[in-house]
């Protein structure tokens, strides 16, 4: 298929912190694959952001990149309301914060994560986080409902 004529991948990021959530979004532009970022501060946020409670135009994210440590609602009770959601149950999650604690990571995937990456603090090595995931998700999976990532 012509890159030019893809459908961008929709991609929600539920995250707090403003300089995190600024930083994937820099480090996303640099990547090959055509997208578009979607920015929630917390798992209420973005359970009404999914389910579209305050927007005439609904718009489904091909993948979720969620951080665990929230306001609200954390990031694994945001998960497994994401799983139990029979129209939201399909979206590939991938978890992607500061935790490397053994608990946090069982929890997730046990709540149907579909990966679990722990941010390094040193930026050329988020950077070549951000890039691997490009290069997996959004180069090599395939995503459900994205008929034009081929």
Not at 48 to 63: G, H, N, T
Not at 98 to 115: F, K, L, P, R, V
Request: glycine share 4%; net charge negative; aromatic share 4%.
């Amino acid at each position: 298929m012509n890159p030019t004529h893809r459908k961008p991948i929709q991609i929600l990021l539920v995250e707090d912190s403003t300089a995190d959530a600024e930083l994937t979004r820099e480090l996303l532009s640099e990547t090959k694959a055509m997208h578009r970022l979607h920015w929630v501060r917390d798992g209420v946020a973005a359970l009404r952001w999914l389910r579209q409670e305050d927007a005439s135009d609904r718009v489904r994210p091909d993948m979720i990149l969620l951080d665990l440590n929230l306001p609200r609602m954390g990031g694994l009770e945001l998960l497994a309301a994401l799983k139990q959601d029979k129209q939201l149950q399909a979206i590939p999650v991938i978890v992607l914060t500061m935790s490397n604690d053994e608990g946090d990571i069982q929890a997730a995937y046990a709540h149907q994560a579909a990966a679990f990456v722990t941010k390094p603090v040193d930026l050329g090595q988020f950077a070549r986080v951000i890039r691997a995931l490009d290069d997996f998700w959004l180069g090599v999976a395939r995503l459900p409902g994205n008929k034009e990532q081929e």
